[in-house]
């Protein structure tokens, strides 16, 4: 058996746009999973009872289901509900939603992993509860967080495989499709997993590069 | 006595069951040092963390010249947080861990009350930053982060960060305990020059020497409460409780 990587070669156009999408999808969905996740944490760390409640409840949910049963209940099931949604925009925001939940974790984690001391502190001044948080505790937590967060990053790229199965053409679905023409499964599939991999190693690289880079610019390793 | 800058009313502090602090009553005249000195435990650094509130009171008052840190006046949280916010910018706190913020320069730590408190221009707040800096003896690490300052240089930013406030009351919880000893007369000088300066001060200390020199009025706590009190001379010399007389024993023939 011989690997053959011409007919793979030759639909190049065709990988390169489901690259496209797949980078598309990754950073719309991560940049809408942030935000959702910085609210959730602080609301998660609220002194409002029913705000902590609802977010414990929405980050057990989302990490406890499937994702794939989550893009099937936005794309199929909601519009039983009357809320249609197109491919496109049912995949962005299933994503969000379960990358949210997860990322949601790992910034209450950093937060509270920021010494009470720094609070204190900020507190004696007389800053806010929320002045404190947005210029003390979140910039450090932010740089602590980095590691993980690239992680869940990662995990977010691999997930967006998981929208061949709503019909989004990205990487996976155009390798399903150019299967059904070639007949080049392994070629095919050895294809999309070296740009997966690559996409995945860029996506690590730059946190290294990032942590680094907002360590030196704030005054070296830190206590 | 006239109206002090401080005034401690029936305070008591628990921790679930654990009693802390029982019925502390305390006034501070305006302008001088008082030193709370007593062994671990008995609560000293639970007193000068609730005078601003930092650990909230179960029980009793605290007012900063005339002004109670709580009111029944306020209704919501958000009321009784922007009252606690005015009163803790006008109460210095340092403490034993200095708790500098790692991610901004000593100018950067000393301006962070002015520009998000006082909302000052920053160029206002780094003038003023760079002064207090300058009287505390570090006008040339302006821009060195923490992490490249000794513990003495760390603590005098800490002092710089809270004096620039111009508070009413400087609040000193065991200072000078996680320093090096070559450091810690740094430290105290600093102290000691705003002691004789007129600034209130609170001190939390295992300092003997320094609560000698420079306190006017010495608090012995043991148990939560507060066994004696007075001039250092009374109760160096002629401590009149049992309490008061052991402890001086073991930190003072060490």
């Known amino acids: 058996m011989g690997l053959d990587f011409s007919a793979i070669l030759s639909r190049w156009p065709e990988f390169w746009n489901g690259t496209q999408a797949t980078v598309f999808y990754s950073i ?11 609210l959730v944490a602080l609301a ?27 893009i099937f209940f936005v794309y199929f ?33 950093g937060i509270v992993s920021i010494d009470r001391g720094q609070t204190e502190a900020a507190r004696s001044v007389g800053m806010s509860h929320w ?32 929208l061949s199965t709503i019909s989004v053409m990205e990487l996976t679905r155009v390798a399903q499709v150019v299967v059904g023409v070639t007949f080049k499964p392994i070629e095919a599939y050895i294809a999309i997993a070296v740009i997966y991999f690559v996409l995945n190693a860029a996506i690590a690289q730059g946190a290294l590069w990032l942590e680094s880079y907002l360590t030196n610019k704030q005054g070296g390793a830190h206590g | 006595m006239a109206d002090p800058m401080v005034r401690i009313e029936g305070l008591g502090k628990h921790f679930g069951t654990h009693e802390v602090l029982r019925g502390i009553d305390l006034d501070v005249e305006k302008g001088s040092t008082v030193a709370i000195i007593g062994p671990s435990g008995s609560g000293k650094s639970t007193l000068l963390r609730c005078i601003n ?69 920053p160029d206002e707040a780094r003038e003023q930053a760079k002064a207090m800096l300058e009287r505390v003896g570090l006008g040339n690490k302006l821009d060195s982060y923490p992490s490249q300052l000794s ?33 810690v007369e740094d430290v105290l000088m600093v102290m000691r020059d705003l002691a004789s300066q007129g600034l209130t001060m609170i001190v939390v200390t295992h300092e003997m020497g320094f609560a000698r020199d420079v306190a006017k009025s010495v ?33 003072l023939h060490r």
Not at chain 1, 139 to 148: C, D, F, K, S, T
Not at chain 2, 159 to 164: K, N
């Open chain 1, 77 to 109: 099931g909601l519009p039983s509900v009357g809320i249609n949604l197109s491919a496109p925009v049912a995949a962005v925001i299933a994503l969000a939603i379960n990358s949210g939940g997860y990322l949601a974790e790992i910034f209450r984690g």
């Open chain 2, 53 to 121: 509130h930092l650990e909230v009171p179960t029980v009793g008052t605290v007012e900063i010249d005339g002004q109670p840190l709580t009111s029944s006046a306020d209704r919501t949280r958000w009321q009784r947080e922007r009252r606690l916010n005015v009163l803790r910018s006008q109460v210095g706190m340092v403490f034993q861990r200095f708790n500098l913020f790692p991610h901004r320069s000593a100018v950067q730590n000393v301006m962070e009350g002015l520009i998000s408190v006082r909302h000052l221009r």
């Open chain 1, 28 to 38: 719309t969905s991560l940049s809408l999973a942030v935000t959702i996740g910085l």
């Open chain 2, 151 to 183: 513990g003495g240089q760390q603590q005098r930013v800490a002092i710089a960060r809270a004096l620039v406030m111009q508070p009413k009351v400087m609040l000193f919880d065991e200072a000078t305990s996680a320093l090096d000893p070559e450091l």
């Open chain 2, 219 to 251: 608090v012995f706590m043991d148990g939560g409460v507060i066994v004696e009190q007075g001039p250092p001379d009374s109760i160096f010399v002629a401590p009149t409780h049992e309490r008061t007389k052991m402890f001086l024993k073991k930190v």
């Open chain 1, 131 to 162: 002045s404190a948080m947005r210029r003390i505790i979140l910039p450090q937590a932010g740089l602590r967080v980095i590691p993980a967060a690239a992680g869940e990053f990662t995990n977010l790229v691999k997930g967006t495989s998981l």
């Open chain 1, 44 to 70: 998660r760390l609220s002194f409002i009872p029913p705000l902590r409640w609802l977010a414990r409840l929405y980050i057990d949910f989302v990490r406890g289901t499937p994702a794939l049963v989550q």
